[in-house]
Structures are given as structure tokens and as C-alpha cells.
């Protein structure tokens, strides 16, 4: 994990927050996710946070996040003005990573709302990239489904018990990813 964070960092020639040119529909939705190196590290991270943590933010805090995100994908679909979306999204890979490297361990609702206002960030993002001519339900539920994908694959890493440290370790990663990205951005 951490040799595919820190390659996808190097290969990087720009920020990866925008990446328009999507189709529309469930398939366009589904790819949609994965093609943003920002948005693969920062959900995996989400993922191995809420599997470190255990409990009900195994499920709560994905959960936030997809429905946030699909929020703030309908505010950027219709042009609704949101300061600050990329610094928010580079943030997010930073603060999603410390909290794996960390293990942070705050209440369930806490780490619900962390991971609930960073959502909606990424979500106004993949909101203003769909073409004005886009299926919306069909690409909405793509790209939510393959977030949930990308939480699972997080959440089944930080649960495997040899993995943990690895676990950590990719938390590391993730943050060097947001400072790669943050550099870039200057």
C-alpha cells in the first residue's frame, strides 16, 4: 500500500483534484472515483481509520461520508459557490492520513463529523466535473458506490490483525500524498 501511494505521488504531474471529461451514468459514476489519486488515498484512509477504531464507525463513518459527499455533489452540480474545495480536498488526505498513523481514537460522532465535513468537499468537486448533460442518479450512485468500494478495501486492511502496522504506515503515505499535493497546488 505504501509503495502504491508513494508511486502513484511521484508519477503525479500535477494535483490530481480535477479530473474532468467523464461520461455520464452508473459506469462513468464508477470509474469516476478511481481516477483521482487524491480521492482513492483519502477514501482507502477513511476505510482503515473507521477499521481501526472498530465499533459502529465501521460502518457510521463510510457511511458519513458517502452521504455527505453525495450532498455535496448536488451543491456543486447546481453551481452552489463552496470556498476553498481543493485546499479542503488536499487537507483531507493530510488529516485522514494522521488519523491512520496515529490510530487516533476519538468518539464515533467526532470522527462522523470529521470525515463528514471533509466529504463534502470531495463530493462538490465530482458534483462540478459531471458534463450538464449527465444522468445524474445513475453517475451519483457510481461514484458513491465505488467510494464504499474503495471504505471496504480500507476497513479490510486495518481489521486484518497482521496488517495493522502496515495499516499505520499507510497513514504516513496518505499524509506525504497531501503534501505532494499541497506542493503542487502552490
Same mark, same amino acid.
Given at each position: 500500500?505504501?509503495?502504491?501511494?508513494?508511486?502513484?505521488?511521484?508519477?503525479?504531474?500535477?494535483?490530481?483534484?480535477?479530473?474532468?471529461?467523464?461520461?455520464?451514468?452508473?459506469?462513468?459514476?464508477?470509474?469516476?472515483?478511481?481516477?483521482?489519486?487524491?480521492? &482513492?488515498?483519502?477514501?482507502?484512509?477513511?476505510?482503515?481509520?473507521?477499521?481501526?477504531?472498530?465499533?459502529?464507525?465501521?460502518?457510521?463513518?463510510?457511511?458519513?461520508?458517502?452521504?455527505?459527499?453525495?450532498?455535496?455533489? &448536488?451543491?456543486?452540480?447546481?453551481?452552489?459557490?463552496?470556498?476553498?474545495?481543493?485546499?479542503?480536498?488536499?487537507?483531507?488526505?493530510?488529516?485522514?492520513?494522521?488519523? &491512520?498513523?496515529?490510530?487516533?481514537?476519538?468518539?464515533?460522532?467526532?470522527?462522523?463529523?470529521?470525515?463528514?465535513?471533509?466529504?463534502?468537499?470531495?463530493?462538490?468537486?465530482?458534483?462540478?466535473?459531471?458534463?450538464?448533460?449527465?444522468?445524474?442518479?445513475?453517475?451519483?450512485?457510481?461514484?458513491?458506490?465505488?467510494?464504499?468500494?474503495?471504505?471496504?478495501?480500507?476497513?479490510?486492511?486495518?481489521?486484518?490483525?497482521r496488517l495493522q502496522p502496515l495499516a499505520r504506515a499507510a497513514g504516513l503515505a496518505c499524509m506525504a500524498l497531501g503534501g505532494v499535493l499541497a506542493v503542487q497546488a502552490i
Amino acid at each position: 500500500m505504501i509503495r502504491l501511494l508513494a508511486a502513484v505521488a511521484v508519477i503525479l504531474p500535477t494535483a490530481a483534484l480535477a479530473h474532468p471529461g467523464h461520461g455520464a451514468g452508473l459506469a462513468a459514476g464508477l470509474a469516476h472515483p478511481l481516477t483521482g489519486a487524491d480521492h &482513492v488515498a483519502a477514501m482507502i484512509a477513511v476505510g482503515l481509520w473507521a477499521g481501526l477504531k472498530g465499533g459502529r464507525a465501521l460502518w457510521l463513518w463510510p457511511a458519513s461520508f458517502v452521504a455527505v459527499m453525495i450532498g455535496g455533489a &448536488v451543491l456543486g452540480m447546481t453551481q452552489v459557490p463552496l470556498p476553498h474545495v481543493e485546499a479542503m480536498i488536499i487537507a483531507s488526505v493530510m488529516v485522514f492520513g494522521l488519523m &491512520v498513523a496515529l490510530a487516533a481514537n476519538v468518539a464515533t460522532a467526532t470522527g462522523a463529523l470529521i470525515v463528514g465535513g471533509f466529504a463534502l468537499f470531495h463530493g462538490y468537486a465530482h458534483g462540478l466535473e459531471l458534463p450538464e448533460s449527465a444522468g445524474g442518479a445513475g453517475t451519483l450512485a457510481g461514484f458513491a458506490l465505488s467510494t464504499a468500494a474503495l471504505h471496504g478495501f480500507g476497513v479490510i486492511g486495518a481489521r486484518a490483525a497482521r496488517l495493522q502496522p502496515l495499516a499505520r504506515a499507510a497513514g504516513l503515505a496518505c499524509m506525504a500524498l497531501g503534501g505532494v499535493l499541497a506542493v503542487q497546488a502552490i
